[in-house]
C-alpha cells in the first residue's frame, strides 16, 4: 500500500524557516512525480510545488517562488520542501501527493493533475 508521510511542520516566526519532509513507504519514489498541496482554514486547498520523478522538472507557484525549494532524494524516498522567508499567510496544512510520472510531464499542469496518494498533512504556523 503506497504511504506517504509529512514531516517538519511547527510553529515559526515571520521571516524563518522550516524544512518539511515526504517520505514513501510501500512503493519507490523513483516513478513518481511529486506536489505539495496547503489548505488555510476556511480556504481552498492550493497547490504550492512540484518535482518531477527525475528531479528535473519543477513548478512553483507565484506567491512561493523564491522562497520554497523542492527537491528529493530518490535514495531515501523522500521529497523535501525548503521554506524560507516565511510570512504568516504560508500558513496552514501542508500535504504532500504521489503520481506517477513515466514521461516526467506531470509537473507541467500539476494544479490539474489528480494525484493518486496523499499524505495526512503537517501543520505549518507562521506568527509572532
Known amino acids: 500500500q503506497l504511504q506517504l508521510v509529512e514531516s517538519g511542520g511547527g510553529l515559526v516566526q515571520p521571516g524563518g524557516s522550516l524544512r518539511l519532509s515526504c517520505a514513501a513507504s510501500g512503493f519507490t519514489l523513483n516513478y513518481y512525480a511529486i506536489g505539495w498541496f496547503r489548505q488555510a482554514p476556511g480556504k481552498e486547498r492550493e497547490g504550492v510545488s512540484c518535482?518531477?520523478?527525475?528531479?528535473?522538472?519543477?513548478n512553483y507557484a507565484d506567491s512561493v517562488k523564491g522562497r520554497f525549494t523542492i527537491s528529493r532524494d530518490n535514495a531515501k524516498n523522500t521529497v523535501y520542501l525548503q521554506m524560507n522567508s516565511l510570512k504568516p499567510e504560508d500558513t496552514a496544512v501542508y500535504y504532500c501527493?504521489?503520481?506517477?510520472?513515466?514521461?516526467?510531464?506531470?509537473?507541467?499542469?500539476?494544479?490539474?493533475?489528480?494525484?493518486?496518494?496523499w499524505g495526512q498533512g503537517t501543520q505549518v504556523t507562521v506568527s509572532s
Open positions: 518535482i518531477s520523478s527525475s528531479g528535473g522538472s519543477t
Open positions: 501527493a504521489a503520481d506517477l510520472d513515466l514521461w516526467g510531464s506531470t509537473c507541467h499542469d500539476y494544479l490539474g493533475t489528480d494525484f493518486s496518494s
